[in-house]
């Protein structure tokens, strides 16, 4: 009995890996492949209709957001706190500890800084002006 329960278990988590790689087009698949050819640690989800990859490229930790033709909308990479502006630091630090900071390139090439503070996302502009707050 405790063969067939462990049996079913495997083939439960084989089945949900899987679904879970199919559950990316393979045109989105490629857009990646091919923009981050030594791409490490690759992990993928899917949120509100579109596709984000979590990686390392090379000493960077990012992540990309792609629709459904494999458009970048956008493109988030990790830096350290200290690298905020000094007033978005300040003010990030004021709501709580910081536990992730980084930068997000959109689609338009417009840039925002990004601190997750007591679970939620503060997001700053390049001067480091406080522009919104989203829970993460």
Known sequence: MKLFIISVAM??????????STA??????SAFANSYTKAEKVKWQKEHGKFEV??????DK??????????????ETAIPADKLPAIAKK???????IKETAII???????????????????????????KEVKD
Do not use: R
């Not at 840039?111 to 503070?117: D, M, N, Q, S, T």
């Open 24 to 29: 990316v087009p393979a045109k989105v698949k």
């Open 54 to 59: 979590s990686f390392v490229n090379g000493a």
């Open 105 to 131: 390139v959109k689609a338009d090439g417009s840039k925002v800084y990004e601190a997750e503070v007591n679970g939620k996302d503060l997001l700053f502009d390049m001067t480091g002006k406080f522009l």
């Open 62 to 75: 990012m992540s990309v957001v792609y629709n459904q033709d494999a458009t970048v909308e956008e493109t």
């Open 91 to 97: 003010y990030a630090e004021a709501k709580g500890k």
């Open 11 to 20: 083939l439960c988590s084989v089945s949900a890996m899987a679904q879970n």
